[in-house]
């Protein structure tokens, strides 16, 4: 037993230290390609960006955790992000308009988690009917263009530019939210509920696991997240943009499924891991005056090579090229060894 644990150990943390080595390689590349790319400007920039951004994939892991996908939180998330903009417009306090634009978001992902978890609705339909309607929500309060008024003035801006024990208000948002993750996703009964209901619903129902609470409760947790992160990305901007998810569909699930094959696993600092590669490449592509459609193209390519790894394709495989392997030496073993008599009929 200790030799079978002690073996598995080095099987885990491979792929985690190639990653690490990886992000490492990459860094060290564009540093020596890019003269600003070390300078302090520049890796502020990084570090509110990838908080940004890793809320967002955050979001979007609860949801893949339980099974699902919701195509729906990039344009939910943009009417959260108007509505807290419009109400900022018209005078109201920024700390209110922020929860307002959390509250419109949570109602959204309540409304996804009851048609999907409670009605067995198809998540990607349900999803991207709920995201038509909030996409054209949004559009009312400005018919698309920016929303700028009073965000100098209101506060709102402190979300980007401001600063706690020196840390930019968007890294502590980050590790903020991603503590709290980690202690209730992997630390708690709660945390195991969300597992549970992702990778076996029979016997999670038998094992006294609400699955339906947990549906709701993880599209409800995606919603409010990436709601944030559109307030967020608004206030780096200085203005409220109807567009501001869109940019975060692709990325987001393309962190969670290469944290996911990453650490074999969809987990909170496969997440966080993943997330900080991500927004890394795509600071140095910005960097260096790549067009934008070969970072989508990367982007792409790695969302469908960490869904090969992380999925059960490759291991359903090696396990057939190994029961072929034992096949083959099986059939060696039986098979009958040629003597002087042989094809004779034993007769001299």
């Known amino acids: 037993m200790a030799g079978n644990r002690g073996a598995a150990v080095p099987r885990v943390a491979t792929p985690v230290i190639v990653f690490l080595v990886v992000i ?17 400007r520049n890796l502020t920039n990084l570090l509110r960006h990838a908080s940004i951004f890793s809320i967002f994939a955050l979001g979007v892991l609860f949801v893949v955790v339980v099974g699902h996908f919701d195509l729906s939180f990039y344009l939910v998330c943009g009417l959260a992000g108007m509505t807290t903009s419009w109400l900022i417009a018209v005078e109201v306090p920024a700390p209110w308009s922020v929860g307002v634009g959390l509250v419109v978001g949570a109602l959204f992902g309540i409304a996804n988690g009851v ?3 409670r009605w067995k609705l198809p998540d990607m ?24 008024q009073n965000a ?19 890294v502590v948002f980050m590790l903020g939210t991603y503590l709290l993750a980690l ?11 969300f597992y549970a209901t992702g990778e076996n619903r029979v016997a999670a129902v038998f094992s006294g696991v609400h699955v339906e609470a947990f549906i709701v409760a993880a599209f409800t947790i995606c919603a409010v997240l ?25 990325p987001a699930y393309a962190t969670v499924f290469l944290g996911s094959a990453v650490f074999r696993k969809a987990t909170v600092h496969g997440t966080l891991v993943a997330s900080l590669f991500i927004s890394l490449m795509l600071n140095g592509f910005t960097l260096m ?48 060894v040629a003597g002087p008599l042989a094809g004779t009929g034993g007769q001299p």
Not at 183 to 193: I, K, N, P
Not at 226 to 250: D, E, H, K, P, Y
């Open 24 to 40: 490492a390689l990459v860094f060290a590349a564009f540093s020596l390609l890019h003269g600003q790319f070390l300078s302090a």
């Open 115 to 117: 048609a999907i978890g």
């Open 125 to 148: 339909v349900t999803t991207i009917g709920t995201g038509a309607v909030a996409w054209g929500f949004a559009w009312i309060y400005s018919k698309g263009s920016y929303i700028w």
């Open 152 to 170: 100098r003035t209101s506060g709102i801006l402190l979300l980007n530019d401001g600063t706690i024990l020196r840390l930019p208000v968007p």
């Open 183 to 193: 202690l209730a996703v992997h630390r708690s009964r709660f945390g195991r509920g």
């Open 226 to 250: 990436t709601s944030m992160g559109a307030i967020l990305s608004n206030a780096s901007q200085g203005a409220g943009s109807v567009r501001v998810g869109m940019v975060f569909l692709l």
């Open 289 to 336: 005056a790549v067009p934008y459609y070969y970072s989508d193209l990367i982007v792409g390519i790695v969302l469908i090579v960490a869904l090969a790894l992380s999925s059960d394709t490759l291991s359903r495989l090696r396990e057939s090229l190994r029961r072929a392997g034992r096949r083959r030496e099986e059939g060696r073993e039986t098979e009958p």
